[in-house]
């Protein structure tokens, strides 16, 4: 049960928003950064362009898809 | 007489001067085998349904015995009204010489517990319980050497003990603290558990990366209280703080 930091797993083509991440992560330990924000947890699938993310088990939705270019969005949780 | 190696066996827990006085010994684990004078007759008109080692309800024929477990304890022989076990008459299991039984896994003897074996040899005590480990002598015991007695055949349970205790195991204390330093370079006050670094510089969470850090991007060199080395300078408005777990 480490702590993790990991860059999310999925396509960036600026419209691809769904991506996973290796372990489910522990209640309140994920954090995820994009475009060196933090992204705000939502309980269900983010509306496109909010800035903020969903997540269920491994899988990981972000409101705003990441731009080709763009610093890959990474995460840091512990499992 | 019939004798097989287990029953050899669960005989050789007593004592050599006490199995020297053993005239008759019936295990009742897992059949009627047993060490004496012949027959053993059971009888049973209707089939029935034995609780063998898997759990499972086995039906069993009719003058079958019925030899029950649980989990892996063997419970012996279930005596039920309907039911007989009769014994040859020259074991002489009803004299008044130390006859030692257990009933569902509880000691038994003579004379503190009625015979339970009629002069012809038939079982006539309790009924609707396990019965096990029938044993005469050819004398009466004393205290001493019945409680030796049983407790030398009394079974031991089998438990299965429950799984450990997966060990408590906690992500940790964060420590939040303004990194030491200034320009780009920084230090902790604490060896961090580098996967759970979060640096805040210029407004920005910066990503840790090995080397050649860009503008939203540090690196932590060194070993023990690290140096944070960022790819642009913090300004002076936008506080520089690290939230971490120590190592």
Same mark, same amino acid.
């Given at each position: 049960?480490?702590?993790?930091?990991?860059?999310?797993?999925?396509?960036? %083509?600026?419209? %691809?928003?769904?991506?996973?991440?290796?372990?489910?992560?522990?209640?309140?330990?994920?954090?995820?950064?994009?475009?060196?924000?933090?992204?705000?947890?939502?309980?269900?699938?983010?509306?496109?362009?909010?800035?903020?993310?969903?997540?269920?088990?491994? %899988?990981?939705?972000?409101?705003?898809?990441?731009?080709?270019?763009?610093?890959?969005?990474?995460?840091?949780?512990?499992? | #007489?019939?004798?097989?190696?287990?029953?050899? *066996?669960?005989?050789?827990?007593?004592?050599?001067?006490?199995?020297?006085?053993?005239?008759?010994?019936?295990?009742?684990?897992?059949?009627? /085998?047993?060490?004496?004078?012949?027959?053993?007759?059971? @009888?049973?008109?209707?089939?029935?349904?034995?609780?063998?080692? /898997?759990?499972? /309800?086995?039906?069993?024929?009719?003058?079958?015995?019925?030899?029950?477990?649980?989990?892996?304890?063997?419970?012996?022989?279930?005596?039920?009204?309907?039911?007989?076990?009769?014994?040859?008459?020259?074991?002489?299991?009803?004299?008044?010489? @130390?006859?030692?039984?257990?009933?569902?896994?509880?000691?038994?003897?003579?004379?503190?517990?009625?015979?339970?074996? @009629?002069?012809?040899?038939?079982?006539?005590?309790?009924?609707?319980?396990?019965?096990?480990?029938?044993?005469?002598?050819?004398?009466?015991?004393?205290?001493?050497?019945?409680?030796?007695?049983?407790?030398?055949?009394?079974?031991?349970?089998?438990?299965?003990?429950?799984?450990?205790?997966?060990?408590?195991? *906690?992500?940790?204390?964060?420590?939040?603290?303004?990194?030491?330093?200034?320009?780009?370079?920084?230090?902790?006050?604490?060896?961090?558990?580098?996967?759970?670094?979060?640096? /805040?510089?210029?407004?920005?969470?910066?990503?840790?990366?090995?080397?050649?850090?860009?503008?939203?991007?540090?690196?932590?060199?060194?070993?023990?209280?690290? @140096?944070?080395?960022?790819? #642009?300078?913090? *300004?002076?408005?936008?506080?520089?703080?690290?939230?971490?777990?120590?190592?």
């Amino acid at each position: 049960m480490p702590w993790v930091i990991e860059d999310l797993i999925g396509t960036i %083509n600026g419209t %691809n928003r769904a991506f996973t991440i290796s372990h489910v992560p522990e209640a309140g330990s994920l954090i995820v950064v994009q475009q060196g924000k933090k992204l705000e947890a939502v309980g269900s699938q983010p509306d496109q362009m909010q800035v903020a993310y969903s997540v269920s088990g491994t %899988n990981l939705t972000l409101g705003l898809a990441p731009l080709v270019g763009q610093q890959v969005p990474w995460c840091r949780y512990y499992y | #007489m019939d004798l097989q190696l287990w029953t050899i *066996s669960r005989l050789g827990r007593l004592t050599p001067a006490l199995r020297r006085e053993v005239t008759f010994y019936a295990p009742l684990l897992e059949s009627l /085998d047993f060490l004496g004078v012949e027959p053993v007759i059971f @009888t049973r008109a209707t089939s029935s349904v034995a609780v063998r080692r /898997d759990g499972l /309800d086995h039906a069993i024929a009719a003058n079958v015995p019925r030899f029950n477990y649980a989990g892996e304890t063997q419970l012996g022989l279930m005596m039920q009204a309907g039911e007989s076990l009769e014994y040859s008459v020259a074991n002489f299991l009803d004299n008044i010489n @130390t006859l030692i039984w257990f009933e569902e896994n509880a000691p038994k003897s003579t004379p503190t517990n009625a015979n339970p074996f @009629t002069s012809s040899g038939l079982w006539g005590g309790t009924l609707s319980v396990h019965i096990k480990h029938i044993i005469k002598f050819k004398r009466i015991l004393t205290n001493a050497e019945i409680n030796s007695v049983q407790a030398a055949l009394a079974e031991v349970v089998q438990v299965i003990p429950p799984p450990p205790t997966p060990p408590v195991v *906690s992500p940790g204390v964060f420590v939040n603290e303004v990194p030491a330093g200034s320009g780009t370079t920084f230090t902790l006050s604490n060896n961090p558990n580098l996967n759970s670094l979060i640096v /805040d510089a210029h407004g920005v969470t910066l990503k840790r990366v090995a080397s050649a850090p860009g503008n939203m991007e540090f690196t932590a060199g060194g070993t023990g209280n690290r @140096t944070l080395t960022f790819g #642009m300078a913090p *300004s002076g408005t936008a506080p520089t703080q690290a939230w971490y777990v120590i190592a």
